[in-house]
T-cell receptor, first 115, second 115 residues
Framework: DTAVSQTPKYLVTQMGNDKSIKCEQN?????MYWYKQDSKKFLKIMFS???????INETVPNRFSPKSPDKAHLNLHINSLELGDSAVYFC??????????????FGQGTRLTVV | AQKVTQAQTEISVVEKEDVTLDCVYE???????LFWYKQPPSGELVFLIR??????QNEISGRYSWNFQKSTSSFNFTITASQVVDSAVYFC????????????FGSGTRLQVQP
């Protein structure tokens, strides 16, 4: 069973379109994340949800809107796509154990190409 | 603010050589967590190790070993007797002790192991 799964794996779309990426985790974790990896491989946090509550919202354009319908799902919707949004988007999850930060497990990534 | 520096952009070795990947971090927190992740050519992010700031013991796992030194704010990773399958981009990452669990990643070190 895949622990963190995201769909689709590849997404090619035109500028101006709206698209969504879905993420599901079956690890029972309480925290989920979206990270963006740019063309130089740099990874940066975008959003974090804990028990469906948004706790991190980095300086991301408001065209990006995460939605967490429940603890196991965190979707990413992107409006009015731009060329600069082309990147690999990773979903991840982790479990807080009291004050201990455990490791995050990542999905396989979604390669978004905006043309 | 947190920062992780991986000064080595790319390293190339011949199979069976030992190689050390450097990681230097900055944080104002007294409690924090350090991680290493591997990103093979297939693109997924694979968790390798987590270390908390109170545990400076070095760790060995097979051919992998990690050297954590708070005095120099470093968390270096050594692969002994490297193999072609070790070829990947390796990321060092840092997270705060409480609340914000998101990872701050270094820029990654691409390791090429030649046969």
């Amino acid at each position: 069973d895949t622990a963190v799964s995201q769909t689709p794996k590849y997404l090619v779309t035109q500028m101006g379109n709206d698209k969504s990426i879905k993420c599901e985790q079956n690890l029972g974790h309480d925290t989920m994340y979206w990270y963006k990896q740019d063309s130089k491989k740099f990874l940066k946090i975008m959003f974090s949800y804990n028990n469906k509550e948004l706790i991190i919202n980095e300086t991301v354009p408001n065209r990006f809107s995460p939605k967490s319908p429940d603890k196991a799902h965190l979707n990413l919707h992107i409006n009015s796509l731009e060329l600069g949004d082309s990147a690999v988007y990773f979903c991840a999850s982790s479990q807080g154990l009291g004050r201990v930060n455990t490791e995050a497990f990542f999905g396989q990534g979604t390669r978004l190409t905006v043309v | 603010a947190q920062k992780v520096t991986q000064a080595q952009t790319e390293i190339s070795v011949v199979e069976k050589e030992d190689v050390t990947l450097d990681c230097v971090y900055e944080t104002r927190d007294t409690t924090y967590y350090l991680f290493w992740y591997k990103q093979p050519p297939s693109g997924e992010l694979v968790f390798l190790i987590r270390r908390n700031s109170f545990d400076e013991q070095n760790e060995i796992s097979g051919r992998y070993s990690w050297n954590f030194q708070k005095s120099t704010s470093s968390f270096n990773f050594t692969i002994t007797a490297s193999q072609v399958v070790d070829s990947a981009v390796y990321f060092c990452a840092l997270s705060e002790g409480t609340g914000r669990r998101a990872l701050t990643f270094g820029s990654g070190t691409r390791l090429q192991v030649q046969p």
